[in-house]
């Protein structure tokens, strides 16, 4: 009874330790692609802005 009740303390600790893990790691991924994504959208937002100023001073027509 003793061996399954450690046993049971270090499963315990284990799935902790690796929950704890899990969640450094998802924390990394996410970071990473917010950081792609807001990247993404600030070069969309330049090239957007690019345009209405082409098409405000007539210089370029943009078509869509």
């Given at each position: 009874?003793?061996?399954t009740?450690l ?5 315990k600790?284990?799935?902790k ?8 790691k ?6 990473y692609?917010?950081d ?6 600030d070069?969309?937002?330049r090239?957007e ?6 098409r405000?001073d007539?210089?370029?027509?943009i078509?869509r």
């Open positions: 009874k003793r061996d009740a046993i049971e303390t270090r499963k600790v284990l799935i330790q690796m929950m704890q893990k899990h969640n450094e998802f924390f990394d991924i996410k970071e692609y917010k792609i994504t807001r990247a993404n959208l070069k969309i937002s090239r802005s690019l345009q209405i100023g082409w405000m007539g210089s370029k027509e078509h």
